[in-house]
Each structure stands twice: as C-alpha cells, then as structure tokens.
C-alpha cells in the first residue's frame, strides 16, 4: 500500500485572501480580469503537482465591494479557459443549489468534466448570501434548512442526470451507423418536492463518470450533507483540537451512510503569511493588517454574526453580549467560529477583525518555510486533514513562496507527490469512479 499522501488545492482568490491584498504593492489588480493571469496561476500550481485549483463564487454582489476586489468572473467559463491552458490540474467550480436548476448546471460541469479529460470538481453551496433571493426573482432567501432540504433533493436529481447515459451508450460507430445505444440512455422521469425533471442529459456520461462532489458547510445540516453527498470537504477551523473533532465526525457520518471515510477528503483553509524567520513574517503580517479599512472589516464582521459595530470603539472590548447566538445565524459554521474566536481570546474589536482579515475564519499562520510545513504535517498526521487548501494573503507572489519554500518541505519528508500518477481530479485524491446509478439498477434486475 502506498503512504496516505497530503491533498493542496489552490484557491484562487481574485488578488490574494487577505482582505487589502488589492493594496498591497506586489499585489496585481489590473489583472483582475485578464484570463491569462488566472491560467498562468493555474499553470504555476500544476507545475508544482497541487490536485486542483478552486474558484469560489456567489449569485449577488457583495456590499463591501468599495474597498476590496470582491465582484466574481463565473467560475466554469473561467476554468473552462483554464482547460484550455492545463493538462493534468484538477478544476473545482463553486455553483449553487438554491440559484441554480439541476439540468442547467448538469449540462455545464459535464462540458467541462469531457473538455478537459476529466478533471472537473462541483464546490456544492446553498449560498449564504440573502441578497441573492431579489436577483432571481424571489421575496426572501430560503431559511438554512429548507436550502438544505432543497439541495438533497438537487443532489439525486443532478446524479441522476450525470448517470442518465451508461458509459458504453455512446457507440459512434460509422460503419453500423449507430452514434448512441438509446437502450443505454435513460429517462430519470424524477417527481419531487423542489424539481420535476424528465431527463435524460443531453451529452454522453463524463471521464469521471460525474464531477468529484466538493461540499463547503460546517453547520450539522452542512455536515450531514456532506457525509452522504461530498466526496471533499473544504472547511474552516483555527484550532487543531476544532479541526480534529470536525474530521473525526465527518468521517463517522459517512460510515453511518455506508461510505468508506477514505472516499471523503477533509481539507481545511490555510493562510500563511512566510518569510525567512518569525520576526520577517510577524512583519509582513503587520504590513498587511496596516492596509486594512475598518469600514470595509466591520461590513464583513457584520455579515458573519449579524452585528452592526460601526460606532464603536475599535479598540474597546468586543461586546459579547450583543450577540444573538439563538438566531436564525447561530446555526451557521462561520458564526460559531467567530463566537469561539471571541470566547476564547477575548479580543477588542480592532482584533477581531484582523483575525478575520486574513482569509474570513480561516486558518492563518505566519512564520518561516519550516514552521509552516510543521503545522500542515501535525494536522495531517493527528486527525485533523487530509490536505489543505492554501490560500494566499495575495497574489501572485503568495502561492510562489508557499510553492517554492514550503512544497520541497512536504515532498522531503514524502507527505506529497513529485509528479502526478493519473489524469483525472479522482486520481489526484485517490476517490473511485462511480457506477452509473443505471446500470447498478439494471444489474440487480438481472
């Protein structure tokens, strides 16, 4: 059996995770929408073997777009360009179950699981955003489980539609004249609560057979979700201990739904801040945390728990008691961490949000090459993570010292691979190809 190897994803943030990365002087926002900046970053990650590349995304526009690059190109066309410029690095699209019909979104990741051989990924989110409803026409955004409830349904009526043709329906056989064997091809004529979908996709079944199903909610409906449908789990935690009790209940989900914890990948944000030594990188930190505009943090604070501190003393002690953790938000993954945030180190408000500036809740770590390759390999070998997704303060230059200082690291003491060994997104996380859900029900009938 060959040694469990660590997972890097590169989450591609426009300019860089933390939240002024646009003004900082190595940053790059006139390239925002330059496609070849995205493919030369994506080309950079592959050239040092990372599993794939991510691209967040969300159907509305963000309020606190004044002062910061927070507007979104739509990730599948964008990776679809991504393709086209990559051979081997996987390609993970965020996509909503809430704003988006099953058979639309089926058709689109299928173009790009077959454009680019295989190496498509779905981020399945139910989107957090309320602002979003008004943009599709709708009074209110759905409460937390109802989104969830919608998406379970969304999920076996999406697989379906991926599994609708067998993977020998497609015959393209000139000499006989038969392009597809429609006995192969299937209606899935699913009825539901949410969706009445006739079917079949209208495109041959994927390389992967369907995208890897990535899924990004921490709340219980989140896991819960995540431990029948995903088969990666990004996720956000600043503590090992945190992390630990996550990845040891995704994985004892997943046994109670008769999966093998070893087909879900738990891979938690990263955010490291590196330089020569601890002095050099508390420094940089520093620089970062210095650019920061409190209007932009507390529209950000606000969105995670609720509360408006606009007119308070940012250097006062956060007010605790103003947090309604009874609410509709205290269900939610970011707002509990942020409670723990405050509950465990009583920040002032000024440090909070420089806690969060960094990567939104996620892990930040700041130190030399060595510190932060210890990190990854104490989570990865005490189980809290399969891998990680690395999230640069800013780019390009983020990912380049993370690739250059820290992956040489991993690679020595044999926790990642020098090279790839197969093709597709599934053999880059060592998952199995499915079975179409058709031919398992074909061959029970015989």
Do not use: C
Not at 2 to 12: A, D, T
Not at 186 to 206: C, D, E, M, Q, Y
């Amino acid at each position: 059996m060959s040694k469990r190897q660590l997972s890097l994803n590169f989450f591609i943030y426009p300019d860089g995770h933390h939240e002024a990365a646009w003004r900082y002087k190595d940053s790059a926002p006139d390239r925002l929408l330059d496609v070849t900046y995205y493919q030369e970053l994506a080309q950079r990650a592959e050239a040092h073997k990372f599993d794939a590349v991510f691209f967040a995304d969300g159907p509305a526009l963000a309020d606190n777009v004044r002062h910061a690059a927070r507007f979104r190109l739509e990730p599948i066309t964008l990776l679809t360009a991504i393709a086209s410029a990559t051979q081997r690095i996987g390609l993970i699209a965020t996509a909503s179950t809430t704003y988006t019909e099953p058979y639309n979104l089926a058709r689109l990741f299928a173009s790009l699981d077959h454009l680019s051989r295989g190496r498509a990924g779905w981020n399945i989110v139910t989107t957090s955003s309320a602002q979003a409803a008004q943009n599709f026409g709708l009074p209110e955004h759905p409460p937390h489980h109802e989104r969830y409830e919608r998406a379970r349904e969304y999920l076996d009526v999406i697989t379906a539609l991926w599994d609708s043709w067998e993977d020998d329906a497609l015959v393209n056989d000139p000499v006989s004249g038969v392009f597809a064997d429609t006995d192969k091809i299937h209606a899935i004529n699913h009825v539901g609560k949410h969706f009445r979908v006739r079917g079949p996709l209208n495109i041959s079944r994927t390389p992967q057979g369907r995208p890897v199903y990535v899924q990004a909610g921490s709340s219980d409906d989140g896991r819960a979700f995540a431990a029948r449908f995903a088969e990666a789990v990004f996720t956000a935690h600043q503590t090992l201990a945190s992390a630990q009790e996550f990845y040891a209940d995704i994985k004892r989900q997943a046994r109670a739904f008769d999966r093998s914890p070893d087909q879900i990948k738990v891979l938690p944000g990263i955010s490291p801040f590196i330089a020569s030594t601890q002095v050099e990188a508390d420094r940089l930190q520093d620089e970062f945390n210095e650019l920061i505009q409190p209007e932009y943090s507390l529209i950000q604070l606000r969105q995670m728990i609720g509360l408006d501190l606009s007119g308070f003393d940012l250097d006062g002690p956060f007010p605790r008691h103003l947090i309604d953790t009874d609410g509709a938000r205290g269900v939610a993954s970011r707002f509990k961490l942020v409670v723990d945030i405050v509950d465990r180190e009583k920040p002032t408000i000024r440090q909070l949000v420089q806690r969060l500036a960094g990567a939104r809740g996620h892990w930040v770590v700041a130190g030399p090459p060595e510190k932060i390759a210890d990190n990854i390999q104490t989570w990865f070998e005490n189980g809290a993570a399969d891998g990680f997704n690395v999230m640069p303060p800013w780019l390009p230059g983020g990912f380049e010292i993370f690739a250059e200082r820290v992956v040489p690291i991993l690679r020595k003491r044999g926790l990642f691979r020098h090279d790839y060994e197969g093709t597709t997104l599934r053999d880059h996380y060592g998952l199995s190809r499915p079975a179409s859900v058709f031919s398992n029900a074909i061959q029970a009938i015989a």
